[in-house]
């Protein structure tokens, strides 16, 4: 605590919050009561001392019971030594500090804290429920939209009308996901309601215990619902995740589940340090600060490569629905998407009413040259590199761009063209490997090799420059500016 006030240079409050065990009259005494086991006394010294240092208060109230469980005797005995501590600002702002009101069966009491402090909340994103949606109306709706606007106008035009229309569709017509601070993907309405029985009959019990007159068949009752609860949330949990890794492209998002704290990949970006040694303050210096790093400027002066043999033009056909369609099927359905929210299972979904809608802009795009500002625009997600010593420097993180999927899909097509004509037409060098469907890196290994053993058995020397890595990634080198 005193380093991470030291770090800012200004005053930090502080929560501490956690189990700790020992038992002192502050928290309210041992097992039901305000007494004192004489060989638990001093336990709670340290955490007082600790309170003095820093001036933490105590929030939870007094005698409140945070642990229930059973003695060597098998009686129930009701404790407090979960604690909450926080600094003397944060502690006038307390608006309550108490157990939770759901209580999912522990025998450790969840504490919810609550201050009335300025703290900038952040807004939860609205979530579309792609997977209840209603494809049939989303598709009328769609279909009757693009009606009456005419395909003939410019390729922004276009763009414009189609995101508009299916924008609106999706949006009136999909449930939204309801915003909760606690949500788990594995969680079920059946759960819930396995919760809600465990409730009333722990409740039931707890009531009559609190007078003095506990009843075996409420406790016995109460202890049956929380194993079918508990038993229920473990076998569904384990059919989730079965679930979940069949699919090889959640592999990456369950391990970084498996243990979030320690995988670098995930992570708040800190403050930077520029080149002149200041660091950043705000977010819009953070993300400036990336960007330059992400993609550096281009150089002003760049020499001029003089006249080049020119190949004859590879003659390009129009655009056909059925490659659209090919890559389209072939598209991954729930890569994230960019900025317009959109996954590609909306274009699978509503492929039969757009298409010639698509087919029509993609080759407008091409003829004319030009890409809709909505494909222009990235959200880019910055990341860690792993194993970096110091994560303050911008170069110690790596982008990732958001891009809309109709773009990429568009985007698929081209590249599966190009593909083609390199191999059709010779585009490349025979020992050109990277980026080429039927050859890797093990082939040109092995290529390397026999080389290697040919000019061995033919006593010759065979030279070999190896060029391990380029300054400049492929999207950011330099390229003649138009004439």
């Not at 029985?197 to 009531?207: D, E, G, P």
């Not at 002149?276 to 001029?304: C, G, H, I, M, W």
């Not at 109709?406 to 191999?423: F, P």
Request: hydrophobic share 40%; glycine share 6%.
């Amino acid at each position: 605590m005193a380093d991470a006030g030291r770090g800012v240079g200004q005053q930090v409050d502080v929560v501490v919050v956690g189990d700790f065990n020992p038992h002192d009259q502050l928290g309210g005494g041992g097992g039901g009561g305000d007494e004192i086991l004489l060989a638990r006394q001093g336990e709670a010294d340290g955490i007082i001392e600790l309170m003095t240092e820093f001036s933490l208060n105590s929030l939870l109230p007094r005698g409140t019971k945070t642990w229930k469980g059973t003695d060597k005797a098998g009686r129930i005995r009701e404790t407090t030594i979960d604690l909450v501590f926080a600094s003397q600002d944060l502690a006038n702002d307390l608006v309550r500090c108490g157990p939770h009101v759901t209580d999912h069966g522990s025998d450790h009491r969840t504490i919810e804290t609550i201050f009335e402090t300025a703290v900038p909340e952040s807004i939860p994103q609205v979530r579309l429920l792609f997977k209840n949606a209603p494809w049939k109306k989303i598709n009328v709706r769609v279909a009757v939209g693009l009606e009456g606007s005419p395909a003939e106008c410019t390729v922004q035009q276009q763009t414009d009308r189609l995101m508009s229309v299916v924008l609106e569709a999706v949006h009136a017509l999909t449930l939204k996901a309801k915003p909760f601070a606690y949500a788990k993907r594995w969680w079920t309405t059946d759960l819930t309601q396995l919760r809600r029985i465990y409730t009333y009959w722990r409740n039931r019990a707890r009531t009559e215990r609190r007078v003095g007159q506990p009843v075996i068949e409420l406790e016995e009752t109460a202890k049956a619902a929380a194993k079918r609860y508990h038993s229920a949330i473990r076998q569904q949990k384990r059919s989730h995740w079965d679930a979940f890794l069949k699919d090889e492209d959640n592999i990456w998002e369950a391990a970084k589940y498996l243990n979030p704290g320690v995988d670098p990949a995930f992570g708040k970006v800190p403050q930077l340090v520029r080149a002149d040694k200041s660091r950043t303050a705000f977010n819009e210096e953070q993300a400036e600060e990336l960007l330059a790093t992400f993609f550096p400027p281009l150089p002003v002066d760049t020499e001029d490569e003089g006249e080049r043999p020119q190949r004859p033009p590879v003659p390009m056909p129009d655009l056909t629905v059925e490659e659209i369609e090919r890559q389209l099927l072939h598209a991954k359905p729930w890569k994230a998407p960019g900025d317009d929210g959109l996954p590609v299972i909306v274009w699978k979904k509503i492929w039969p009413v757009v298409k010639h809608r698509v087919l029509a802009l993609f080759q407008a795009s091409l003829t004319e040259g030009v890409l809709p500002d909505q494909w222009r625009h990235a959200k880019i997600v910055p990341l860690k590199k792993s194993d970096k010593p110091d994560y303050a420097l911008a170069k110690a993180w790596r982008p990732i761009s958001l891009l809309s999927t109709l773009g990429k899909l568009l985007e698929a097509v081209l590249a599966e063209r190009s593909s083609h004509a390199v191999e059709t037409y010779g585009l490349l060098p025979t020992n050109h490997f990277g980026a080429r469907k039927q050859r890797s890196a093990e082939q040109a290994l092995m290529l390397l090799q026999e080389q290697i053993y040919a000019a061995w058995r033919g006593r010759r020397v065979l030279s070999l420059i190896s060029f391990g890595e380029l300054l400049y990634r492929h999207d950011t080198l330099a390229t003649p500016a138009p004439a």
